[in-house]
């Protein structure tokens, strides 16, 4: 009896969910500048090509003169495919089902907007004096599997979504010194949902008529929170031409509060369990989640009247990612804590630019994204990997009041492998799962910016 009933309690840990899943490098989401896009980001925080940049440096908005809006539009097109897989049970039993899908990742249109007021103008304060305002996404990701597949006990929907107002006030201190903070406010909301397998759980916790891996039933979690957190910035600039840009953009931490769903399967083994444990019905649930800060360094240098050369460093504080807990309402649901263990990674662009009117200004720019997930953690919720950046863009001026840019990027990304067991962290009863993911992404943007 003490046995069946320590299966039964590490069964109701089972069916509680869990996320490892990212967009680029974790699930950050850089594509906040089409401008940007066209270099591969390279020297975004040395000022950019326009008031965009206060994404990574809120003290580039002192560059802008004249209170002006910019839109901004990109659309990512991922593809992810699960390969030569196999499944089974914690008591060696296969798990049936196909790979989930030709294409799991779903497509996504990224909106951003800023809005710079440009104080000494309005004022007439003698100094650059700069207040804007950015409305992003910076932390997203999506994905689906057919319900059948043979992950399904590890990953069905996974999304989470983000928006972050970020107001900030910019000014030159010194000729050539600028400085720049501003505040985070973040909203994050997360859906995530799994199949959980009543048969193996029921069939080792005695229940006479479970069936290993033939009686799912399904979990889902959503939640959502505001969390608060700060941007700082400086841009200098020795000699024209040359600048040199370091951003710096807080972690934020999210209380994320929602609803616990259970689904119980049709024979009754669900039901059966619930009954005997109180456990598996719909409850409050709440977890912890901290998206990282990130410190960005960028260069910019003009090699004569029409050529100039960027470069960007971003490094990503990914290891706060440790676990993820969830808690219930429910006393009879226990916590589930799951493993994750993501690493600080480094982001490394370069770019260049040609201007061949003052009209015109072309770019491209390569890039190198290492991807913060541990091959041992690694999960099917988004399968991760390092990734090549190769980029693209033009920017066109039909009036001095006006910018329109386009940006263009196709990233590359390493095979990756996935190799859960059942005796891992929290998969006791979601199984082994072994296969190989193929993945690539393409990205388009637009953006146009009016000066008034």
Same mark, same amino acid.
């Given at each position: ?53 206060? $994404? ?115 000014v030159e201190v010194a000729p050539g010194l600028s400085l720049g903070a501003g505040a985070q406010l973040q909203y994050a ?53 040359? @600048? ?28 059966? #369990? ?10 409050d649930a709440e977890a912890d989640l901290t998206t990282p800060e990130t410190v960005n360094i960028g260069l910019t240098q003009? #090699? ?45 662009a370069l770019g260049l630019t040609w201007r061949p009117s003052e009209a015109w200004a072309l770019r491209a720019g390569y ?13 099917? @919720? ?53 296969? @190989? ?14 000066? $008034?």
């Amino acid at each position: 009896m003490q046995s069946r009933r320590r299966t039964l309690a590490v069964a109701l840990a089972a069916g509680i969910l869990y996320t490892k899943a990212a967009h680029p490098a974790g699930f950050a989401l850089k594509e906040q500048s089409a401008s940007g896009l066209g270099s591969a980001f390279a020297g975004q925080t040395a000022g950019g090509e326009d008031i965009s940049a206060m $994404f990574t440096n809120p003290a580039a908005l002192t560059r802008y003169p004249g209170s002006r809006v910019s839109l901004l539009a990109t659309y990512i097109m991922p593809q992810i495919q699960f390969q030569a897989g196999s499944a089974s049970t914690v008591t060696g039993a296969p798990i049936g089902g196909g790979t989930g899908g030709s294409d799991v990742a779903d497509d996504v249109m990224l909106p951003a907007a800023y809005a710079l007021w440009d104080l000494d103008e309005a004022f007439g304060l003698g100094h650059k004096l700069r207040f804007g305002v950015g409305v992003n996404v910076p932390f997203g990701l999506e994905t689906n599997y057919n319900d059948g597949w043979i992950g399904r006990y590890h990953a069905l929907h996974s999304k989470l979504e983000t928006l972050n107002i970020n107001p900030a006030l910019a000014v030159e201190v010194a000729p050539g010194l600028s400085l720049g903070a501003g505040a985070q406010l973040q909203y994050a909301d997360a859906t995530l949902s799994n199949a959980i397998d009543f048969g193996t759980i029921g069939a080792l916790g005695g229940v006479p008529f479970a069936v290993p891996t033939r009686q799912d039933g399904r979990a889902r979690i959503t939640g959502d929170d505001w969390g608060y957190g700060f941007t700082l910035g400086a841009l200098y600039e020795p000699w024209d031409g040359s @600048r040199i840009g370091v951003g710096y953009r807080s972690a934020v931490k999210h209380r994320l509060s929602g609803r616990g769903s259970f689904r119980l399967d049709d024979a009754g083994v669900g039901a059966t #369990l619930s009954a005997a444990t109180g456990a598996f019905t719909n409850t409050d649930a709440e977890a912890d989640l901290t998206t990282p800060e990130t410190v960005n360094i960028g260069l910019t240098q003009d #090699l004569g009247e029409r050529w100039s050369l960027s470069a960007e460093a971003q490094w990503t504080r990914w290891s706060r990612f440790d676990d993820l807990t969830i808690t219930f309402a429910n006393p009879a649901q226990p916590s589930s804590v799951t493993e994750h263990d993501w690493e600080d990674v480094w982001f490394f662009a370069l770019g260049l630019t040609w201007r061949p009117s003052e009209a015109w200004a072309l770019r491209a720019g390569y890039a190198y994204d290492q991807s913060p997930i541990p091959n041992r953690t690694a999960t099917p @919720r988004i399968p991760d990997g390092d990734r090549h950046w190769l980029a693209i863009g033009a920017s066109y001026r039909p009036a001095p009041a006006v910018l329109l840019a386009a940006g263009y990027t196709h990233i590359f990304l390493r095979e990756g492998h996935i190799d859960l067991s059942a005796g891992g962290p929290g998969d006791t009863f979601r199984g082994d799962l072994r296969g @190989r993911t193929r993945s690539s992404i393409d990205m388009v943007a637009l953006q146009a910016e009016w000066q $008034f």
